[in-house]
């Protein structure tokens, strides 16, 4: 069994690029510094999961809503990798699983296959809670 | 004091205008692409990388050999251990 508090979990709630962006780096540290990192998706962050969805995604937070094209130009000038270029990398290099919420799948008619492939599972809050406990970081974003 | 030019690197990996975290990924690939005893160096501009890499190689277990500057970005050895 993998060493527990050397967990972290990450609640990705928001679907919005710029903190899709922090998540995924985030993730990357976790898992380069071997942390087990658990990503739980829930309402638009499992929205900006479904299928090419990341792909068009243009939004960003509505308190930075003014710089959402000055961030997505300077990201494309830079040649930043994307957000979900970003979590396939963390999932290369260590541990990462991504669960999506049972809840918001029920709510909006979204089935597993109907998710981006990086997605490895369907998960309750409860079982997110329950290993989220055992660990030592626990995000919202 | 020794200097890069003094260390024989079997691989260097340009990652000049990748930001964090993505020389320390480039460095992690690399590593992982050496045998053991191997010996990789990272370039990079990005100002985390200072801390973050010395940081992963340690938690890697890995031995850092050292971070030389040069002119706009820093070149980070290492050399594989495990």
Same mark, same amino acid.
């Given at each position: 069994?993998?060493?527990?508090?050397?967990?972290? #979990?990450?609640?990705?709630? @928001?679907?919005?690029?710029? *903190?899709?962006?922090?998540?995924?780096?985030?993730?990357?540290?976790?898992?380069?510094?071997? &942390?087990?990192?658990? +990503?739980?998706?829930?309402?638009? =962050?499992?929205?900006?999961?479904? *299928?090419?969805?990341?792909?068009?995604?243009?939004?960003? @937070?509505?308190?930075?809503?003014?710089?959402?094209?000055?961030? %997505?130009?300077?990201?494309?000038?830079?040649? #930043?990798? #994307?957000? %979900?270029?970003?979590?396939? =990398?963390? *999932?290369?290099?260590? #541990?990462?699983?991504?669960?999506?919420?049972?809840?918001?799948?029920?709510?909006?008619?979204?089935?597993?296959?109907?998710?981006?492939?990086? +997605?490895?599972?369907?998960?309750?809050?409860?079982?997110?809670?329950?290993?989220?406990?055992?660990?030592?970081?626990?995000?919202?974003? | 004091?020794?200097?890069?030019?003094?260390?024989?690197?079997?691989?260097?990996?340009?990652?000049?205008?990748?930001?964090?975290?993505?020389?320390?990924?480039?460095?992690?690939?690399?590593?992982?692409?050496?045998? +053991?005893?191997?010996?990789?160096?990272? &370039?990079?501009?990005?100002?985390?990388?200072?801390?973050?890499?010395?940081?992963?190689?340690? *938690?890697?277990?890995?031995?850092?050999?050292?971070?030389?500057?040069?002119?706009?970005?820093?070149?980070?050895?290492?050399?594989?251990?495990?």
């Amino acid at each position: 069994m993998a060493q527990t508090s050397e967990r972290m #979990s990450l609640i990705v709630f @928001s679907g919005t690029v710029d *903190k899709l962006m922090a998540a995924s780096i985030l993730a990357t540290g976790g898992a380069a510094m071997g &942390l087990e990192v658990e +990503v739980f998706l829930t309402t638009w =962050g499992l929205m900006a999961f479904r *299928k090419g969805d990341y792909l068009t995604n243009t939004r960003v @937070s509505k308190d930075f809503e003014e710089y959402g094209p000055t961030m %997505m130009e300077a990201m494309q000038a830079k040649q #930043s990798p #994307s957000w %979900m270029e970003n979590l396939l =990398g963390a *999932k290369e290099v260590g #541990s990462v699983k991504v669960y999506a919420c049972s809840m918001t799948m029920e709510l909006y008619g979204i089935h597993l296959g109907d998710l981006e492939p990086i +997605v490895d599972d369907v998960t309750g809050v409860a079982t997110f809670v329950e290993r989220a406990r055992e660990g030592r970081i626990t995000l919202f974003i | 004091m020794s200097t890069a030019s003094d260390i024989h690197i079997d691989r260097e990996i340009d990652a000049r205008g990748s930001f964090c975290p993505g020389p320390l990924m480039e460095l992690i690939r690399g590593i992982k692409a050496l045998p +053991v005893g191997g010996v990789v160096a990272v &370039l990079s501009s990005d100002s985390g990388s200072a801390k973050d890499i010395p940081a992963w190689i340690g *938690k890697a277990g890995h031995e850092f050999i050292g971070a030389f500057q040069e002119a706009g970005y820093t070149r980070f050895i290492a050399r594989k251990l495990r």
